[in-house]
């Protein structure tokens, strides 16, 4: 009799998937007591070395089988003095409504040789894994345990997966028993603690859970900190100058190299003696050739932010769509770090797949006729998962509208970074005019390459220069001095919060989404779109001196108003994060009650009465009708890591957990010292929760909430 293997997906849909791959679509599928869409599906299958051929169950767990919690007399929010929860015991038990689930593991363990995880092959997958590992080892101590590694679902690969495989990484299992841990202890502590001491102050709290995380809080924290950028921005004026020339009935203009002076006075000495000298002098001609370079190959966090910034998707919406279609076998697994692709890798067989399409086909015929070029390598690989990418053709009435875009997007970028860079020639034109520098800068693309596939790039030609000489000289035929105003950062938009997130290491590329979901599920912050366009360069206006006349500073609309749209993202509309006054309240309020100096940080804000916040409820959006002082820009402690609404806390706990991946440190090292240290402000903030208590106090009255 064939010894029996039993194969456990992390998924159902991947669990059936890898079954009709293994199978050649020929199995017996058998329900299971108390779950409707876990499946048992049975098959013969030849491993190969060691199990040869086999008799195979392939079955399922549905995202994670256990969690941890405290004991039942520590659940009691009014018995358990919060600070308890950083030492009480703690266990691990399967979730209630994923019991069915572990009988069926820990039954079909028992007639079994071997357990073969097929859970995804990340950090949390190979915890997950752990957590099957566990069920079935209380049906039968004595099996095989393997794991399958495996980054897509098409059937070449998971077969290769099937017979080679591997052992299940024990680092990452304990990394994220420690991560796990943390986050229960922390996360409940801190919870508790500022609910408890909060909900009585507004009766819309009394019935909310005031939730802290450990990464939740410093995403807060950069909405929070770009909110108070904004409103104690004070604009400055400045002078600039522009020459304008015609030649060869081209016209031209010269900028300044100085850019900009704030100093009107000494910008009107400068500009009277270019007037003076009357003849400018082409001191400099340059031309060369430019490149735009191709994108690198795609990560997670990349696919979030320009989801986000192209597709106008909020980033969970882009991470949930990128997992149905890599369930399905279209794309690769899109959590990754990776963005360079393995050598081994066929790509081209990857292009070939792409010429049915009627939007990119030809332009995938003319890479695989000459046109491929090998992808640029980036500086990240995790070892674990290639860049995203598509592995199979499906066309767009196959998929809903948005699986469709998503599906382009990553079809295009890969297509893209399978081509040439694009190239062309830049001309730059140096000038003098008095005591002066001036230059003028043309580009003219001359093969687009990539950017014929990539649509989401632009490089454009730019305005024509005439042949000028070094050494001409010429009467400008006009002259501009004129002055604007510096205009204020925009609020933060999505892809800036996630790039943010991931150069302070906050969550992985696999949560940051959540995280974001989180802070607007608590109405900490909420989501408008931005009316308006904001100009990155303030655009002068003519102050009346030389001839012609500038344009008016672009003013940037959306500030101050009022959410119209309840918060609910409109498509082709860039959003960005505002705090409402309760999140405000929280980082202000533990900022100052962990400073050595609590000055309140409303000082930095006019509290007359007639121009107060304009917030009606927890969800309002800020809007600030008064001027803002010229204070701190933020609110900040001191050069202090104990703020929580600062990354560093969390930025130092990844690098403890990537320890523990390479085996650096281990499991009680990491979480106690990362425990004395959160305790240490838990007991600070404790002492000083008034500070936290007046924050709520002053920023709702201001909100006349």
Known sequence: MAPKILCVAEKPAIAKIVAGHLSGGQFTTRNIRGNQYVKNYEFP???????????????CVSGHLMGWDFAQNNRNWAATPPINLFDCSISETVHSDKQAIADNITQQAKYSKALFIWTDCDREGEYIGHEVRQAALIGNPRLDVKRARFSNTERAHVLNAARHPAEVDERQVIAVAARIELDLRLGSSFTRFQTLALQSMDPRL?????????????????????YFRVRNFVQE??????????????????????HRLFDRAITTILFEKCLQAKKAKITKLERKPT?????LPLTTVELQKLGSMFLRMESQRVMKIAEELYVKGWISYPRTETDQFDREIDLRKLVEKQTQDHRWGQYSFGLLNGGFRQPRAGRNNDKAHPPIHPVNYVAPNALNHDEARVYEFITRRFLGCCSEDAKGESTTVSLAWGSEAFHASGLLVLERNYLDVYTYDRWESSQQL????????F???????????????????????IALMDANGIGTDATMADHIAKIKEREYILAQSRSGGRSTASTPRDSGRGRGRGRGRG?????????????????????????????????VGYEEALSQASTPRTNQISTNTSTALAMDSVTSTPALTTGISAGSASPQSPGSITSLAKPFLRKELEQKLKDICEGRKGKREVVEGVLEQYREVF???????DALKGALQRFRTMAGA
């Open 475 to 497: 009467e400008p035929m006009e002259a501009n001095m004129s002055d604007g105003e510096t205009t204020p950062p925009g609020y933060l938009t999505e892809p800036e919060l």
């Open 45 to 59: 299958f030849s491993f190969g070395r060691p199990w040869g051929d086999c008799s195979v169950t392939m079955t």
């Open 206 to 226: 009394e019935k909310k859970v005031l939730s802290y995380g450990s990464c939740q809080f410093p995403t807060l924290g950069f909405v929070v900190d770009r």
């Open 291 to 295: 490149s735009k370079w191709k994108p």
């Open 555 to 587: 003013s940037r609309g959306g500030r101050g108003s009022a959410l119209s749209d309840g918060g609910e993202r409109s498509r082709g509309s860039v959003q960005e994060f505002i705090p409402t006054w309760l999140g405000i309240a929280l980082v």
């Open 466 to 473: 005439p042949a000028f000489r070094v050494g001409e000289e």
């Open 683 to 689: 007991v600070l903030a404790s002492q000083r929760v």
């Open 237 to 258: 004026k400045f002078w600039t100058l522009k020459v304008l020339h015609t030649r060869d009935n081209i016209d031209v203009t010269f900028l300044w190299d100085r």
